[in-house]
Nanobody
Framework: QVQLVESGGGLVQAGGSLRLSCAAS????????MGWFRQAPGKERAFVAA????????YYADSVKGRFTISRDNAKNTVYLQMNSLKPEDTAVYYC?????????????????WGQGTQVTVSS
């Protein structure tokens, strides 16, 4: 498995931007599909975005499409989530995750490795 550590969360005003990073260590990062999920208080963990192992394909939840961008740098073993035009409803703990499968990427149970999460708070 791969070990994941997120960073870049914080407090931002509505309309602002943040970039989350997820650094990976362990087995070959470039073999994994990477995803970002988020969990707000009292809610289930929800899919945000995913990117295939070579970065050729990306997938987004409808709620973030056009505002968030997922990318990866396999030379740096890092995946990013650029978040623009943030809204108060984006407030959550954000997690990155890794999977070796190409199916059901929006399902958290597909992902075997998880980071510890980073808090994002968007004030109105």
């Amino acid at each position: 498995q791969v070990q994941l550590v997120e960073s870049g969360g914080g407090l931002v005003q509505a309309g602002g931007s943040l970039r989350l990073s997820c650094a990976a260590s362990g087995r070959a990062f470039s073999n994994y599909v990477m995803g970002w999920f988020r969990q707000a208080p009292g809610k289930e963990r929800a899919f945000v975005a995913a990117i295939t192992s070579n970065g050729g394909n990306t997938y987004y939840a409808d709620s973030v499409k056009g505002r968030f961008t997922i990318s990866r740098d396999n030379a740096k073993n890092t995946v990013y989530l650029q978040m623009n035009s943030l809204k108060p409803e984006d407030t959550a703990v954000y997690y990155c995750a890794a999977t070796s499968t190409l199916t059901a990427m929006s399902n958290p149970s597909t992902f075997a490795s998880w980071g510890q999460g980073t808090q994002v708070t968007v004030s109105s």
